[in-house]
């Protein structure tokens, strides 16, 4: 089998993700088109339990970045990233009389397909500012600061 480097493309895909395409959409809306350092920024205050998986299809994509293509994660930037329909879990609900009241618990596939020209960053857990511990606060003050200072530093370039 002959492959060709004109043809390959960074690619990482979720599957199977216990949510809403809907709800996944309006986050991924959001970081379409921008650098990947400024989506890991968007991604980290946005409020939304969608924010984690998408989190991690970044970092996955900027691994197969780095390892596959030699690619630099501050190179890169989200060119096409789309979110698809799943299969649904179906469940039944007790009701009156011995019946059973349909549930379909939707489920979502993002797949994420970019050019050589990708870059991708920083694998990393998922930590919420809004509900911090307070032996944690100074340490998320940090991250903060840093993230401040580049967006400052980009600002400048413009």
Not at 126 to 138: D, E, G, M, R, V
Not at 140 to 152: H, P, S
Request: hydrophobic content about 35%; some cysteine; glycine content about 4%.
């Amino acid at each position: 089998m002959q492959t060709n480097t004109s043809n390959k493309k960074i690619r990482a895909v979720a599957k199977h993700i216990h949510m809403s395409p809907h709800k996944i959409r309006r986050v991924i809306s959001q970081i379409r088109g921008r650098s990947y350092e400024q989506a890991l920024m968007i991604l980290e205050f946005m409020p939304y339990r969608a924010c984690n998986p998408i989190l991690q299809l970044l970092s996955s994509a900027a691994a197969n970045a780095n390892h596959n293509f030699g690619l630099s994660k501050t190179n890169l930037f989200i060119n096409e990233i789309q979110v698809d329909k799943g299969t649904f879990l179906k469940r039944f609900q007790p009701r009156a009389q011995g019946r059973g009241y349909p549930i379909h618990k939707p489920t979502c596939h993002i797949t994420k397909i970019n050019p050589l020209g990708f870059r991708l960053g920083i694998t990393q857990n998922h930590c919420s500012y809004w509900f911090a511990k307070p032996k944690n606060i100074l340490r998320f003050l940090k991250k903060i600061k840093k993230y401040v200072t580049v967006l400052n530093c980009m600002c400048k370039n413009i």
